[in-house]
């Protein structure tokens, strides 16, 4: 018989799940940065962290950021601004603003300029944000479009030759297992079929297609598409000053974020599990816990001096159990949020009644499912409480009353949540204790 504890009527519930306490202050972590310095890009190898600076080259941790080192980029007229970074093994790549492609290695301090393909000229060798997927590199720049190496940045084409790319100011990239996304700063062309957002296969494209639908200001497209994130179920499109936009069908249709054009120019975002953070222009860091439908502000501890705020909040890296973020007052890190969101149902969501039994258990649960949504496949995601991904399972709702078979595999005891999706949306979350 069941126990009447593990069964929850989901009509108008919000129940906010409980942990242990956690400082959710961001702590300043800058020590051996040159005073005053801005940071514009952070990423990883392993546990070693790299920070990319404003005129001061790159800086790379031992210890978590507690103490940085520098790495002794250089450069014979002046150090550009290391806009973003991206690692392939143990090779890093500095995105410059003025000098296109460093790279160097894990344990070296020697970097050297992998440009070949990179013409010079205004805006060739402005390279705004670089990315690693797999073995290939691409490279956003603000006057050549999209550059592609698949040789450790030795050689580089322009993608496509941008066919397709109506704005060669490309500004923001990001990519998921399929698709690679572009941001341009969309100017110099007639309103309103100018650049924004754009969309390529990663296996089999021959072209870039523009992605616009939804990402508007009074009608017409907005002016540029400032930072982009993605993974296989969302994307995120930050704006020049309209806001966080999501798309759940791979951009062909973006959903502004109630509130958040109220925060100025959005330069970096990041998905960590459940939650999804910004950084702003002015306006510092705003945190969502919800899949990224909703955002508050999160700027306690980014003070520093009688600054109170960064100017600019540029990148984030997540190293476990910490997010870091790259501002204009140097490097800050706080802990993930354990919680990683709300077990909530709306009342409209189809959802009659979820039932997980035995919970806890210690070899295999059952999810059983009361419902009036239509059939169709749906995905359990099974994450720790830091958000980070343990395991997934594909079912199928069937009718009225569906049930899942949940096996615990390799995973140790302790308290995780389970997440329903749907169709690319979350339909519940709930919490599940193996013993």
Same mark, same amino acid.
């Given at each position: ?152 940045? +030795? ?20 990519? $998921? ?35 616009? $639908? ?18 296989? +179920? ?28 109220? $925060? ?55 190293? +476990? ?85 949940? +096996? ?28």
């Amino acid at each position: 018989m069941q126990n009447p504890k593990f069964h929850i009527t989901l009509r108008y519930l919000l129940l906010l799940l409980t942990f242990p306490s956690y400082s959710q202050s961001w702590i300043r972590c800058s020590i051996g940065l040159p005073p005053d310095t801005a940071v514009a890009s952070l990423t990883k190898i392993g546990d070693v962290l790299f920070a990319g600076t404003d005129h001061a080259g790159v800086y790379k941790s031992l210890d978590g950021g507690n103490s940085w080192i520098n790495t002794h980029l250089d450069d014979p007229i002046r150090i550009p601004l290391v806009k973003s970074m991206a690692t392939i093994d143990t090779f890093v790549f500095a995105g410059q603003t003025n000098n296109g492609v460093a790279r160097t290695t894990l344990n070296g301090n020697d970097w050297i300029l992998v440009n070949n393909g990179i013409p010079k000229g205004p805006g060739y060798r402005a390279i705004f944000e670089i990315l690693s997927v797999g073995d290939v590199l691409y490279a956003a720049s603000n006057g050549g479009g999209v550059y592609t190496s698949p040789d450790m940045g +030795e050689h580089w084409t322009v993608l496509y030759d941008n066919a397709g790319l109506n704005d060669p100011h490309a500004l923001s990239l990001a990519a $998921n297992s399929e698709y690679l996304f572009c941001g341009t700063a969309g100017t110099n062309y007639t309103m309103p079929d100018t650049g924004v957002a754009f969309i390529t296969s990663l296996t089999n494209g021959n072209s870039w297609s523009l992605i616009n $639908n939804g990402l508007e200001r009074n009608g017409a497209h907005l002016e540029a598409t400032t930072a982009l994130a993605a993974n296989d +179920e969302v994307i995120y499109a930050g704006t020049d000053d309209v806001g966080i936009h999501r798309s759940t069908d791979n951009g062909l249709t973006w959903m502004r974020i109630p509130g958040t054009d109220q $925060n100025g120019d959005i330069w970096a975002i990041k998905i960590a599990g459940f939650q999804v953070y910004y950084g702003t222009s002015y306006h510092g860091i705003f945190t969502s816990d919800d899949f990224g439908l909703s955002y508050h502000v999160n700027n306690a501890g980014l003070n520093y001096g009688n600054i109170s705020i960064p100017d600019l909040v540029d990148d984030f890296v997540v190293s +476990e159990p910490y997010i870091y973020a790259a501002t204009s007052t140097g490097v800050y890190k706080q802990l993930l949020n354990p919680t990683s969101g709300v077990e909530e149902q709306a009342a409209t969501s189809g959802l009659l009644n979820v039932v997980v039994f035995p919970n806890p258990f210690s070899t295999e649960t059952n999810i059983s499912i009361t419902t009036e949504l239509d059939p169709g496949p749906v995905q359990i995601l099974i994450t720790d409480i830091f958000g980070r991904e343990a395991r997934k399972f594909n079912g199928n709702i069937e009718g009225h009353f569906s049930c899942i078979k949940i +096996e615990r595999g390799d995973l140790g005891s302790g308290i995780y949540m389970y997440s329903i999706v749907k169709k690319h949306t979350l339909v519940y979350n709930g919490k599940l204790i193996i013993e």
